[in-house]
């Protein structure tokens, strides 16, 4: 089969590989028919996340069932299916208290209390890194999904694969993002990051009665996309004290109830945030965070999407203390949430196929992710389909 394979630092290529093969009961091969490249997934392209072999990538994907182990018996072949991003048995600890991220039986190697900088990690994720459990992703023709009885969700025939593909990661994401602040309604919502995540977090925001919801980024067409596709309101960002303002100034001189951090490590950052960076062995910078951590009223919440893989020093836990924040973040718990999304989007409440930008078979996929890492051609989301 054809499977998009990272080989080094921005080094992706579609090579021809085996065909995936049942290796437990609970397993099931899935035939790809939609993917998506995820701005997690630059992480790894980038290089900020290593990965020293080969190995197929992509964790947003959805298809139609082909084999089944013989331990699955709620799927069947032919059966069209979404699959959560996370790999998880359904029931140990930590997914019987609906933390599929931390599964302890599906990363076997690396798992482990410490959640450390190269140990001890989390539970696993389709197509990310070895310390990830080393499970081949979704960018491929074919993949095998452990635990299949657990994770994949079937798709009712009248939803197409665009209006549900999102339902893998990043809608989820964003959900989480807003369920993690016990968003009641009336609150003002300020999400760093009009990416794709950050505008689903806006989308759910809306569908969790938030009175006002504000985005930040520093790209203006990614304000206009999350104004056109989530009704937000945009701030484009210059400096960190000029966004702090304007957000206090739009919410009664108090700050944000819940900010929302959807964008990571690695922002764009100027010449001295990279110097700074050098200077304390650090890896990206935590400036969206502290945006977060000032932007946000006292008694408020910070929610972070975006990924973190590395400590960084001058952590503000003195102005955590005084303001009383509650801070929360990690993979999110898609599983837990996937039911009743699927259920918005199939009721019309909300629409998540708005943000695609850049429709391209599999074998361009190299091209998709130099789109999407450079922002190029007003880039938002690049759909990717095998086989074509």
Request: glycine share 12%.
């Amino acid at each position: 089969m054809k499977a998009l394979r990272i080989h080094g630092i921005r080094d992706v290529r579609v090579d021809t590989v085996d065909d995936p093969e049942i290796k437990d009961q609970r397993d099931a091969i899935i035939r790809v028919t939609s993917t998506a490249i995820c701005g997690s997934d630059l992480h790894i392209y980038n290089g900020s996340l290593p990965q020293p072999a080969p190995m197929t990538i992509g964790h947003e994907f959805m298809g139609i069932v082909e084999e089944v182990g013989k331990g699955v018996t709620n799927l069947k072949r032919g059966d069209r299916v979404v699959v959560p991003f996370p790999i998880a048995c359904g029931h140990c600890l930590f997914c019987n208290h609906d933390l599929p991220g931390h599964c302890e039986n599906s990363n076997p190697e690396h798992y482990g209390p410490e959640g450390g900088l190269a140990t001890e990690k989390g539970g696993a994720l389709f197509g990310y890194t070895d310390l990830y459990g080393g499970y081949d992703g979704g960018q491929a023709e074919f993949v095998r999904v452990p635990y299949a009885d657990y994770g994949p969700r079937k798709v009712p025939g009248s939803l197409t694969d665009e209006q549900v593909l999102f339902l893998t990661d990043i809608f989820p994401t964003g959900y989480s993002g807003i369920d993690w602040a016990d968003v009641k309604g009336g609150e003002v919502i300020a999400i760093f990051g009009a990416g794709p995540v950050g505008i689903m977090a806006a989308k759910s925001a809306w569908l969790r009665g938030a009175s006002r919801v504000i985005i930040v980024d520093t790209q203006q067409y990614r304000l206009d996309k999350a104004r056109q596709t989530a009704n937000a309101e945009g701030i484009l960002w210059e400096s960190h004290q000029q966004v702090v303002d304007e957000i206090r100034s739009m919410s009664r001189g108090y700050g944000a109830d819940v900010c929302v951090e959807a964008v990571g490590f690695e922002p764009d950052r100027d010449l001295l945030d990279r110097a700074k960076a050098v200077i304390n062995l650090e890896k990206g910078s935590p400036k969206i965070l502290l945006a977060c951590m000032s932007a946000v009223r006292r008694g408020g919440y910070v929610t972070v999407l975006g990924v973190y893989a590395t400590p960084f020093d001058n952590f503000p836990v003195g102005q955590f203390f005084d303001k009383g924040i509650t801070l929360r973040g990690g993979q999110a718990p898609a599983h837990k949430h996937i039911d009743k999304l699927m259920q918005h989007v199939a009721n019309g409440d909300v629409r998540l196929d708005d943000i695609i930008s850049h429709r391209l078979p599999l074998s361009q996929a190299p091209l998709g992710y130099d789109i999407f890492r450079n922002k190029k051609d007003n880039c938002m989301k690049v759909v990717l389909t095998p086989g074509s």
